[in-house]
């Protein structure tokens, strides 16, 4: 069975793997060892920390198969960003260029650098192993963020976001830094993802130009993939859209990706869900899939598993409770696939 749980110390060779292998784009969770165990240290004590408001909490999941205690997955949720260092991103409006005389209208779309998103949380280094790719894990590592943040919304802001990777080759060539980003830099996309995975995207951000950029001075090839998501992360982007995520105009500064939004409590997982009382059974033979995952913060556990629900009580197989570490009795949440 595979359950998504907090990340402990000892997840970090594991971590180091995983992104590796999930390639340039994965900018949250860039290969690095030592500044992945500050990550780790960092989710460590947000799960332990007492909060009353979003502030600089960044909570970080892995998913174990646990019968044979393998990594293979992983996901984060950010409480709120921009707080320390500022959040850039291109908001896509338009510029009218009119003339009566001449009987010409132009609208004209137009990239503004905008700090709109900050204070917004932010769901961010999501992957998944190839192996673990198959039924409904990607649905399980994805909305287990949303069954720990219905637990505990204080913890977050009143509106979440997600910025989605954006086009680039197999070679790590994005065409919208080709277009844009290079012209300003002397470097290479992948060293520009680098540094902006290693905490230094307001030190990149700060050397874009400030002012309007009209997209009909970038190459085609550029204003094709603005707002457009990587094949490998379209999967993720529908899951978000089943949940209620819209994009609303808002770009990655790097790599064109589109930045997609809802709010906090209208998302469907944590609209949804319900708390109820546990009770185990050897195997539950109807049913429907559902997400259960237990409340306390440090001790979070989330799987998938046919559930029987009904008046506050939830029947469960006995090897899912094991898998949450709950025992009959105890309060799970609960949520329909």
Not at 46 to 52: G, H, I, L, M, Q
Not at 167 to 172: I, L, W
Not at 176 to 203: M, P, Q
Request: glycine letters at 8%; charged letters at 25%.
């Amino acid at each position: 069975m595979r359950v998504v749980r907090p990340i402990r110390a000892d997840d970090l060779d594991a971590l180091l793997r995983m992104a590796r292998a999930a390639g340039s784009g994965f900018t949250s969770l860039p290969p690095n060892a030592e500044y992945l165990r500050r990550k780790i240290d960092l989710s460590l004590d947000s799960f332990a920390r007492e909060v009353r408001q979003p502030g600089s909490e960044r909570y970080l999941f892995v998913m174990e198969e646990t019968d044979t205690g393998e990594v293979g997955g992983c996901c984060a949720i950010e409480a709120a960003c921009g707080l320390e260092d500022a959040f850039y991103n291109y908001h896509v409006g338009v510029t009218v260029h009119a003339s009566r005389e001449l009987k010409i209208y132009n609208r004209i779309p137009t990239l503004y650098l905008s700090n709109d998103y900050t204070g917004a949380s932010v769901l961010c280094s999501l992957y998944l192993s190839p192996a673990f790719r198959e039924g409904n894990t990607g649905k399980l590592l994805s909305r287990s963020r949303f069954m720990f943040m219905a637990s505990h919304l204080h913890r977050f802001a009143g509106k979440v976001i997600a910025e989605m990777r954006g086009v680039s080759n197999a070679q790590g060539r994005s065409p919208f830094w080709e277009g844009l980003g290079r012209h300003f830099f002397s470097i290479d996309y992948d060293d520009a993802e680098h540094i902006v995975g290693t905490g230094n995207k307001s030190c990149i951000a700060e050397l874009m130009p400030p002012h309007p950029i009209y997209t009909v001075l970038l190459p085609q090839e550029a204003r094709d993939v603005m707002g457009k998501v990587h094949p490998q992360t379209a999967p993720a982007l529908k899951l978000l859209e089943q949940e209620g995520f819209r994009y609303q105009g808002y770009i990655d500064i790097f790599d064109g990706g589109p930045t997609v939004e809802a709010p906090t409590g209208e998302i469907r997982t944590i609209r949804r869900s319900r708390l109820h009382r546990a009770h185990g059974r050897e195997s539950i033979e109807t049913g429907q899939p559902h997400l259960v995952a237990t409340t306390d913060p440090a001790n979070f556990r989330c799987t998938l598993v046919h559930a029987q629900s009904g008046n506050g009580e939830v029947a469960l197989p006995t090897d899912a409770l094991r898998t949450l570490q709950a025992k009959a009795g105890d309060t799970i949440r609960l949520a329909p696939l």
